[in-house]
């Protein structure tokens, strides 16, 4: 069964300084329709206004991943990090036993990227960073996995994720030994798509919609406009 996550359904706050939508309860917006999914707790789409940021805080006991769409992060950590993310690149922080971090905007312009939260299937291991540019010429590139396998970023989770460009018509199938026991969150990064499966009528999707896949062995997507970009997470 797929099921959709309007873009315009999400918790939305306009602080300001930030403009923020929530896929799942997080901070002021709670829906116990939408609690997570799997092993993802946070989808949050974030755009900061220029010389703004989030200040020092504290994590622990969640993967947390970032993903630039325009503009540069200016990260901190305790840790020791000191990093710019730019447009484009992906950052994962184990946050582990416990770590403290601060983002911020240093240009000119807006900053719009999302922050993913991912819960481990470890506790309390040391906290780590690790920031990367991907090579996505080819379409299909794998972001996430538990063994860091394809030059991928590690993840401590029994899942994948894939950023997929241009799709023009595939089918995803879940590679798993128990047919229907894996799930899977599309989340649209910008463009029109039809999704489909064995279970549900194709519908359009479009940027910023998500779409979670339960008791299903495959699901369709088909480009509906010259450009796309998807984030798909296979997921326990």
């Not at 315009?8 to 939408?34: P, Q, V």
């Not at 992906?90 to 403290?100: D, K, L, P, R, Y």
């Not at 481990?120 to 396998?149: C, H, M, V, W």
């Not at 480009?223 to 796309?228: T, Y």
Request: glycine share 8%; proline share 3%; with cysteine.
């Amino acid at each position: 069964m797929l099921t959709l996550r309007k873009a315009n359904e999400r918790g939305h706050f306009n602080h300001g300084w930030l403009d923020t939508y929530h896929s799942f309860s997080f901070a002021g917006y709670y829906d116990e329709r939408f609690m997570g999914f799997s092993a993802l707790r946070v989808i949050n789409e974030d755009r900061v206004e220029p010389s703004q940021g989030f200040g020092t805080h504290s994590h622990k006991d969640m993967e947390i991943l970032t993903y630039v769409l325009s503009g540069s992060i200016a990260h901190k950590d305790s840790m020791g990090n000191e990093e710019r993310v730019p447009s484009g690149e992906f950052q994962i922080m184990s946050a582990g036993s416990g770590v403290t971090h601060s983002e911020f905007n240093l240009l000119d312009e807006p900053l719009h990227f999302y922050q993913i939260w991912i819960k481990p299937n470890e506790l309390g291991i040391a906290p780590r960073y690790e920031q990367r540019a991907f090579d996505t010429s080819k379409g299909k590139t794998l972001i996430l996995s538990p063994n860091a396998e394809q030059d991928s970023l590690k993840v401590y989770q029994d899942m994948r994720l894939w950023l997929y460009r241009d799709i023009a018509n595939e089918t995803f199938s879940f590679d798993s030994g128990k047919e229907n026991s894996r799930r899977a969150y599309i989340q649209v990064v910008r463009g029109k798509l039809e999704i489909g499966s064995s279970q549900t009528k194709p519908f359009t999707i479009e940027t910023s919609d998500g779409v979670m896949c339960c008791a299903e062995s495959t699901f369709s997507l088909k480009g509906l406009d010259s450009s796309n970009e998807v984030l798909i997470f296979d997921l326990p």
